[in-house]
């Protein structure tokens, strides 16, 4: 499978962005996904995954409350909204997928898309 993401941007602190991720070559209903984001001289670090019907979720305390992650599986593509944005946000973001099982640890994603920038001013 491969995946696009998109939807960053510039936004002032307090704002909104939803990202997508969007699948072509399978069928996304057939992927546990997550979002995971890297800020400069940082590890890459879990942000939210979602399973593969979409009826589990799981988030990092640092998001919980102000991103939600849900997915159109009529549209193959998975979503991010991010809510309250804060300075701290900033980074590129990434979408994974797992055939399996949904986890916070990104070694155990096997697809990746190229990511997409986030930037949040104060």
């Known amino acids: 499978v491969q995946l696009q993401a998109s939807g960053g941007g510039l936004v002032q602190a307090g704002g909104s962005l939803r990202l997508s991720c969007a699948a072509s070559?399978?069928?996304?209903?057939?992927?546990?996904v997550a979002w995971f984001r890297q800020a400069p001289a940082n590890e890459r670090e879990f942000v939210a995954a979602i399973s593969l019907s979409g009826g589990w979720t799981s988030y990092a305390d640092s998001v919980k409350g102000r991103f939600t992650i849900s997915r159109d599986n009529a549209k193959n593509t998975v979503y991010l909204q991010m809510n309250s944005l804060k300075p701290e946000d900033t980074a590129v973001y990434y979408c994974?997928?797992?055939?399996?099982?949904?986890?916070?640890?990104?070694?155990?994603?096997?697809?990746w898309g190229q990511g997409t920038q986030v930037t949040v001013s104060s």
């Open positions: 070559g399978r069928t996304l209903s057939s992927y546990a």
């Open positions: 994974a997928a797992n055939p399996t099982y949904t986890s916070n640890r990104y070694a155990e994603y096997m697809y």
